[in-house]
């Protein structure tokens, strides 16, 4: 028989580091709008990061907001040291139970989309939330680094090389 062994180097941390997609170009969101490259220029940063679009419940902040070719995406973090709240929501986040991103914006310039909807050229975004279902059905969380799903990770792959193991 056969030996499998199969190494992993994982790096992760529970410091709430948060990624993800906030708004993909080229698609329209579940109402019809869609925002263009540009709009997002002059995106003052940090950004708050509420959950829920609830601004009773901020949960972090998010640090950068790049646009990139397919969409706006953004980078921040949980305050899991000082907000209790962000401690919660970083394990919804890690169980997959919440794992949208929905922005909250002013329409500065807009025109109507022939299909409906609008067509988004400039706006001021106000805030960006971790949300369950999010208006963008392409605005999700990317990555959420944290010991759970390293392990989780180390696991699966360690059901895999046993698995080899028996054949």
């Not at 940090?46 to 959950?51: G, K, V, Y």
């Not at 209790?84 to 310039?109: N, Q, W």
């Not at 279902?133 to 180390?154: C, E, F």
């Amino acid at each position: 028989m056969d030996r499998v062994f199969l190494e992993t180097k994982i790096h992760a941390s529970d410091d709430g580091t948060v990624e993800g997609l906030a708004w993909k170009y080229a698609e329209p969101d579940r109402i019809g709008d869609m925002i263009v490259k540009g709009a997002f220029t002059g995106t003052a940063m940090p950004l708050p990061m509420l959950f829920g679009h609830d601004q009773n419940d901020p949960i972090g902040t998010w640090d950068t907001a790049d646009e990139r070719d397919d969409g706006l995406h953004v980078k921040g973090r949980l305050l899991v040291d000082d907000v209790p709240r962000a401690r919660e929501v970083a394990a919804l986040v890690r169980s997959g139970a919440v794992r949208g991103i929905s922005i909250g914006f002013r329409t500065i310039k807009a025109a109507k989309r022939p299909r409906g909807g609008r067509s988004i050229s400039q706006l001021e975004l106000l805030e960006a939330s971790l949300v369950t279902i999010p208006m963008h059905p392409g605005a999700r969380v990317t990555s959420a680094k944290t010991a759970v799903q390293a392990l989780s990770l180390a696991a699966q792959l360690q059901r895999a090389a046993a698995q080899l193991a028996k054949r």
